[in-house]
């Protein structure tokens, strides 16, 4: 509002879920390792999307973005999905043979969000170029080999 800040609202879920939860904890955790979860009645809404993904489905992943080679230096989610190397390999890698071209969320729904993907391409461009991809990244590299 005015260009300034405000501070966001939380708003309710449209439904009233019914699901209760009791948690018991004893009180010396070390001696007895375990917890108790109890939920009673069933969830009136559907369960949220998956925000971690799977090893093995960030395997694939990490490598469809090493095959990109090069191009990892400057990739970002919407870069990946228009790289046709990167897009062949995500149709390999799920069998696709539907019409449409496929999207990262088909490969797990945690790729849905691009804050996330950007998170997991800076993770691996990090690890393959550690002094960056700039000029400083590519003197580091000179000097040192």
Not at 80 to 100: C, K, N, P, Q
Not at 109 to 128: E, G, Q, Y
Request: proline share 9%; hydrophobic share 35%.
């Amino acid at each position: 509002m005015n260009g300034k800040l405000a501070r966001g609202k939380l708003s309710l879920w449209p439904q009233k879920c019914q699901a209760t939860f009791d948690i018991y904890t004893p009180q010396d955790l070390s001696k007895f390792p375990h917890v108790v979860v109890i939920c009673r009645n069933p969830h009136s809404h559907p369960t949220p999307a998956p925000v971690k993904t799977p090893p093995a489905i960030l395997s694939v992943f990490e490598k469809l973005l090493s095959d990109m080679d090069w191009h990892l230096a400057d990739a970002t989610p919407r870069r990946i999905v228009l790289d046709s190397g990167f897009m062949y390999g995500l149709r390999h890698a799920l069998g696709w043979t539907a019409e449409r071209t496929p999207t990262l969320s088909d490969l797990h729904p945690s790729l849905a969000n691009l804050d996330h993907v950007r998170r997991l391409i800076n993770k691996l461009r990090r690890k393959k170029y550690p002094h960056g991809t700039g000029f400083d990244g590519k003197s580091n590299f000179i000097f040192q080999n």
